[in-house]
Every structure is written in C-alpha cells, then in structure tokens.
C-alpha cells in the first residue's frame, strides 16, 4: 500500500524559509514532486523530480524553491526560501509509477506580510 506522509508546512513571514519533506513507502516512484492549491485556484506544479534527477519547477517558483530527492528513503524535499503571501496554499505530495499516480493529504503553508 503506497503511503505519503508530508512534513515541514507551517506559519512563515515575508521573505521567510520553510522546508517541507514527503516520504514515500509501498513503491517504486518515478516522479516524486509538489503541487500545490490556494483557495479558489487550480492545483498548480511546484516543483518535480525524477529518480534519474531531472527536475522541472513553476515559473513562479524558479529561482526560490528547490527541490531534492533522496532515492534510497524515497523522500522528496521542497527547500522554500524568499516565501511571498502567493505562495499560501495547501501544498501536496505527488508520486508517480507508471499510469498510476498517488497524493498525499496535504500541509498548510501561510506566508503572512
């Protein structure tokens, strides 16, 4: 059974870090990566990374957000530095193999001015 188990959300001000961290178990996972949701938007790419190393990021992160990934603990990290109040949302977990895809439940981050 493939579970993802998110950490690291939070309160943060204006030009603040946070890091966030998703462990994933019960598989194989090409892609391991973060999307994220704000009230009222569409689910949106933060960042992805695949088990050969290849990472694509949001135009609106690049340049901020870093993405990491630790194959042998199947965990992926999301380093977030220089956060802005449009950076709130709801920020999920992704993990891919094959056709299939899983998500985890989710961690706040709030960005405050």
């Known amino acids: 059974q493939v579970q993802l188990v998110e950490s690291g959300g939070g309160l943060v001000q204006v030009g603040g870090s946070l890091r966030l961290s998703c462990a994933a178990s019960g598989g194989m996972f090409t892609i391991l990566g973060w999307y994220r949701q704000a009230p009222g938007k569409l689910r949106e790419l933060v960042a992805s990374?695949?088990?050969?190393?290849?990472?694509r990021y949001g135009d609106s992160v690049k340049g901020r957000f870093t993405i990491s990934r630790d194959n042998a603990k199947s965990t992926v990290y999301l380093q977030m530095n220089s956060l802005k109040p449009e950076d709130t949302a709801v920020y999920y977990c992704k993990a891919e193999s094959g056709w299939s895809v899983w998500w985890g439940q989710g961690t706040q981050v709030t960005v405050s001015s």
């Open positions: 990374s695949t088990s050969g190393g290849g990472t």
